[in-house]
Nanobody
Framework: QVQLVESGGGLVQPGGSLRLSCTASGSIFSINGMGWYRQASGKQREFVGAISSVGTTNYADSVKGRFTISRDNAKNTISLQMNSLKPEDTAVYYC???????????????WGKGTLVTVSS
Protein backbone atom coordinates (compact mmCIF):
# COMPACT_ATOMS: atom_id res chain seq x y z
CA GLN A 1 0.00 0.00 0.00
CA VAL A 2 1.08 3.55 -0.69
CA GLN A 3 0.32 6.45 1.64
CA LEU A 4 0.74 10.19 1.48
CA VAL A 5 0.80 12.05 4.78
CA GLU A 6 0.75 15.84 5.04
CA SER A 7 1.93 17.92 7.97
CA GLY A 8 2.48 21.55 8.89
CA GLY A 9 -0.95 23.10 8.71
CA GLY A 10 -2.25 25.53 11.28
CA LEU A 11 -3.35 29.06 12.04
CA VAL A 12 -1.31 31.99 10.75
CA GLN A 13 -1.89 35.72 10.54
CA PRO A 14 -2.25 37.50 7.21
CA GLY A 15 1.18 38.23 5.79
CA GLY A 16 2.70 35.33 7.65
CA SER A 17 4.38 32.16 6.44
CA LEU A 18 3.78 28.46 6.79
CA ARG A 19 5.51 25.38 5.46
CA LEU A 20 3.68 22.19 4.56
CA SER A 21 5.32 18.84 3.99
CA CYS A 22 4.11 15.58 2.50
CA THR A 23 5.84 12.23 2.64
CA ALA A 24 5.04 9.22 0.53
CA SER A 25 5.59 5.78 2.01
CA GLY A 26 4.84 2.14 1.27
CA SER A 27 5.53 -0.08 -1.71
CA ILE A 28 6.93 2.64 -3.95
CA PHE A 29 8.87 1.83 -7.10
CA SER A 30 9.05 5.36 -8.42
CA ILE A 31 7.33 8.73 -8.12
CA ASN A 32 6.60 10.93 -11.10
CA GLY A 33 4.94 14.30 -10.55
CA MET A 34 4.00 15.54 -7.09
CA GLY A 35 1.81 18.48 -6.26
CA TRP A 36 -0.48 20.41 -3.97
CA TYR A 37 -4.17 21.16 -4.27
CA ARG A 38 -6.47 23.01 -1.91
CA GLN A 39 -10.14 23.14 -1.17
CA ALA A 40 -11.78 26.03 0.62
CA SER A 41 -15.07 25.57 2.41
CA GLY A 42 -17.92 25.43 -0.09
CA LYS A 43 -15.61 25.48 -3.11
CA GLN A 44 -14.15 22.93 -5.49
CA ARG A 45 -10.66 21.58 -5.07
CA GLU A 46 -8.16 23.65 -7.04
CA PHE A 47 -4.61 23.24 -8.25
CA VAL A 48 -1.92 25.06 -6.27
CA GLY A 49 1.34 23.87 -7.77
CA ALA A 50 3.33 20.87 -8.88
CA ILE A 51 6.87 19.64 -9.34
CA SER A 52 8.15 17.03 -11.76
CA SER A 53 10.60 14.27 -10.94
CA VAL A 54 13.43 16.45 -12.28
CA GLY A 55 12.36 19.56 -10.38
CA THR A 56 10.37 21.53 -12.92
CA THR A 57 7.66 23.52 -11.15
CA ASN A 58 4.45 25.24 -12.12
CA TYR A 59 2.01 27.21 -10.03
CA ALA A 60 -1.49 28.58 -10.08
CA ASP A 61 -1.55 32.29 -10.88
CA SER A 62 -3.07 33.01 -7.48
CA VAL A 63 0.04 31.79 -5.63
CA LYS A 64 2.87 32.65 -8.04
CA GLY A 65 5.61 34.61 -6.33
CA ARG A 66 4.31 33.70 -2.87
CA PHE A 67 4.43 29.89 -2.76
CA THR A 68 7.40 27.66 -3.52
CA ILE A 69 7.40 23.90 -4.01
CA SER A 70 10.47 21.79 -3.40
CA ARG A 71 11.12 18.10 -3.45
CA ASP A 72 13.51 15.61 -1.84
CA ASN A 73 13.52 12.49 -4.00
CA ALA A 74 15.66 10.55 -1.54
CA LYS A 75 13.03 11.04 1.17
CA ASN A 76 9.96 10.86 -1.12
CA THR A 77 8.96 14.23 0.29
CA ILE A 78 7.45 17.36 -1.19
CA SER A 79 7.22 20.70 0.61
CA LEU A 80 5.17 23.84 0.10
CA GLN A 81 6.61 27.07 1.46
CA MET A 82 3.83 29.63 1.71
CA ASN A 83 4.72 33.28 2.23
CA SER A 84 2.66 36.47 2.30
CA LEU A 85 -0.40 34.46 3.19
CA LYS A 86 -3.82 35.94 2.62
CA PRO A 87 -7.19 35.06 4.17
CA GLU A 88 -8.24 33.67 0.78
CA ASP A 89 -5.48 31.05 1.10
CA THR A 90 -7.50 29.44 3.89
CA ALA A 91 -8.28 25.89 2.83
CA VAL A 92 -7.53 22.25 3.35
CA TYR A 93 -4.33 21.51 1.45
CA TYR A 94 -3.91 18.11 -0.18
CA CYS A 95 -0.78 16.42 -1.41
CA UNK A 96 -0.96 14.50 -4.67
CA UNK A 97 1.53 12.18 -6.34
CA UNK A 98 1.69 9.90 -9.34
CA UNK A 99 3.32 6.76 -7.99
CA UNK A 100 4.35 3.48 -9.53
CA UNK A 101 3.71 0.66 -7.09
CA UNK A 102 6.63 -1.70 -6.48
CA UNK A 103 4.48 -4.81 -6.23
CA UNK A 104 1.99 -4.37 -9.06
CA UNK A 105 4.16 -2.02 -11.16
CA UNK A 106 1.04 -0.01 -11.90
CA UNK A 107 1.00 3.79 -11.84
CA UNK A 108 -1.77 5.60 -10.01
CA UNK A 109 -2.65 8.96 -8.52
CA UNK A 110 -2.53 9.05 -4.74
CA TRP A 111 -3.87 11.68 -2.36
CA GLY A 112 -3.18 12.58 1.23
CA LYS A 113 -5.98 13.24 3.69
CA GLY A 114 -5.24 16.95 3.83
CA THR A 115 -4.05 19.52 6.33
CA LEU A 116 -5.96 22.65 7.29
CA VAL A 117 -4.41 26.08 6.78
CA THR A 118 -6.25 29.01 8.32
CA VAL A 119 -5.14 32.56 7.61
CA SER A 120 -6.81 34.92 10.02
CA SER A 121 -6.07 37.72 12.45
Amino acid sequence: QVQLVESGGGLVQPGGSLRLSCTASGSIFSINGMGWYRQASGKQREFVGAISSVGTTNYADSVKGRFTISRDNAKNTISLQMNSLKPEDTAVYYCNAEIRDRVRLSTMDYWGKGTLVTVSS
